[in-house]
């Protein structure tokens, strides 16, 4: 690059290479072009017939967005890519995107209703007769899982 060039400095709306669009981001190109590949609906920069790259300036938000989560934020890509879906761009780049996600609702199922039951039978500080009631009634629940079990090993077997 000139002298010259390296003064001029191009407006925002402006296309980029891919080497001036890494040195305004601080990154390094071969991060940009794996960038690309992981988040195709966000950074799609124009391919020219030559084939080089020039980034849009929408590209170049998406990129200092992901910038932001993975390197500011230490976000791993797989993370970035969902905030991005679920929150945009623009709440990256405001600063307002929450980067905790609601905790998944709890799958019922058998194990974890006879883990809450154990739980109860031995966590609690009751008398001996209400301690013994609980643990008759999670005997019969393992049991019953048992049988079950048994049930779909004799099922699979013949």
Do not use: C
């Amino acid at each position: 690059m000139t002298a010259l060039r390296s003064r001029i400095e191009k407006s925002s709306s402006a296309l980029r290479s891919i080497g001036e669009a890494a040195n305004e981001l601080g990154l390094e190109t071969h991060v940009l072009r794996y960038w690309e590949t992981r988040f195709p609906k966000d950074v799609r920069p124009i391919k020219r017939d030559d084939g080089r790259r020039m980034f849009r300036p929408q590209d170049m938000d998406a990129l200092r967005a992901i910038r932001v989560l993975v390197h500011d934020r230490g976000m791993t890509l797989k993370g970035a890519k969902a905030i991005l879906a679920e929150q945009g761009i623009e709440a990256v780049l405001a600063g307002t995107a929450t980067l905790t996600a609601a905790a998944p609702e709890p799958v019922p199922s058998p194990a974890r209703e006879l883990q809450a039951s154990v739980a109860r039978a031995f966590g609690a500080q009751e008398d001996a007769a209400d301690r013994k009631v609980r643990l008759e009634g999670a005997l019969q629940e393992l049991t019953g899982i048992k049988s079950r079990i048994d049930a779909a090993r004799a099922r699979r077997a013949a």
